[in-house]
């Protein structure tokens, strides 16, 4: 007995999986983008803060 998606049924269900799939990758990654970049830009910014302030005391 053949598989009933085989056929263009299943390219359709396969192209629909696929651009739901490829949807949420995108979405997450968006996210994660969102989200996890101001946990490494504050940090950052504390850094820059204290060697300028060490450096404002040093020349003072």
Known sequence: MESSFGGPLGIVIAG???GA?????IWVNSL????LTPL???PIAWVQDA????????QA
């Open 16 to 18: 629909l999986g696929l």
């Open 21 to 25: 799939f490829y949807t949420a990758l």
């Open 32 to 35: 994660l983008g969102l989200f």
């Open 40 to 42: 490494f830009l504050m």
């Open 51 to 58: 060697l300028a302030a060490r450096k404002a005391r040093q």
